[in-house]
């Protein structure tokens, strides 16, 4: 009888050490899953994983839903498209072995520097997300804008820039104006500083009558130059007026055919009083050859400057001698007719 209690309690004890170590064994197993997920939720909410998944998106092309998140806030210039914009051109090339620098912020919005190849992409700001986000990160791309351009309006032009029309300039005489006689007014121009641009601006212009063209400069300016929609009329007396200037610093033109042009009251009349030109060389004949209208623009309705070249000839027996020429016709409507105000040689 003794024998077989011993029996019974040696089995009772196998069975309750196999139930013990299958029950540890199932608490290490659940414990090490805990563990697991704790360290791949972990692993997943860090800043350098966010930012990966980050990447990830961009290499998916999610444009739209990035810069839905960014946080961008439109401005009277840019709207969310503008941001999108500069995001495509700032990963314009695939960022295929990242490397992230923190490089600011506090404990709460973390600035990285994306790098690739030690060379700078981009910056990465990070924000705590929402509580019930599925991470624990927001990561936006930190986008400056451009520096500010200026854009240069006559006043009788109107303009605006990505479809918002510029209004409340502070205008002043426009250039090559000021040589006007007392009483007549100047055309004045504006200009406008626009900031806040995420790409090149579009900038519009029109005014009645006439065909508006932007023109670049450099650094981010701009010049709003209007030409008249026809120009024949503008074209024969801007070039009447040159072809009787050079006629008459060579004395093959009258003063009084020269002042039939002129603007009186102008500095430029003043001097083709006192220009003497008694001094020119007697000879055969001149002539003009290659006359070139190369641009006209116009300040005001009533007034323009013509830009034209040609080469001028003087003939002396059997000699010719050439003098290429080109000029800048300042023109302005008084009373109903053109009157040149300023010959200049360019």
Not at 69 to 89: C, H, I, K, V
């Amino acid at each position: 009888m003794k024998l077989k209690s011993q029996k019974r309690s040696r089995s009772r004890f196998r069975r309750g050490l196999l139930i013990f170590t299958l029950v540890m064994l199932c608490a290490i197993a659940a414990a090490l899953v805990v563990c697991w997920n704790m360290l791949a939720d972990y692993e997943a909410n860090t800043p350098e994983s966010s930012m990966r998944r980050y990447l990830d998106r961009v290499s998916a092309g999610e444009w739209d839903a990035l810069a839905a998140e960014s946080g961008f806030e439109p401005t009277q210039y840019a709207a969310l498209d503008d941001y999108e914009a500069a995001l495509r051109q700032i990963y314009a090339d695939p960022v295929a072995d990242p490397v992230f620098v923190r490089t600011g912020g506090g404990e709460s919005d973390p600035v990285y520097t994306l790098k690739q190849g030690g060379e700078k992409v981009a910056e990465l700001q990070l924000t705590r997300a929402p509580e019930g986000s599925e991470y624990e990160w927001g990561v936006r791309t930190v986008v400056e804008p451009m520096d500010p351009v200026s854009i240069t309006v006559p006043e009788f032009v109107r303009v605006s820039v990505n479809g918002v029309e510029l209004t409340g300039g502070e205008f002043v005489t426009s250039a090559g104006y000021d040589v006007l006689p007392d009483g007549i007014d100047p055309p004045r121009h504006a200009t406008y500083t626009i900031e806040g641009l995420y790409r090149p601006p579009e900038i519009t212009a029109e005014a009645d009558g006439v065909v508006c063209e932007v023109r670049a400069g450099t650094e981010g300016t701009y010049q709003i130059e209007a030409r008249p929609t026809d120009d024949t009329a503008m074209w024969e007396f801007a070039e009447g007026a040159a072809r009787t200037y050079a006629a008459f610093i060579t004395q093959d033109a009258t003063r009084a055919q020269l002042n039939a042009y002129l603007l009186p009251g102008t500095e430029f009349y003043q001097a083709m009083q006192e220009f003497y030109n008694g001094w020119y060389i007697d000879h055969n004949a001149h002539e003009f050859r290659d006359m070139e209208h190369v641009r006209i623009h116009m300040s005001s309705p009533d007034c323009y400057f013509a830009e034209l070249t040609f080469t001028y000839i003087i003939r002396m027996g059997s000699k010719e001698y050439e003098y290429p020429s080109h000029y800048s016709v300042g023109c302005l409507r008084v009373n109903g007719e053109w009157k040149v105000f300023q010959i200049a040689t360019i």
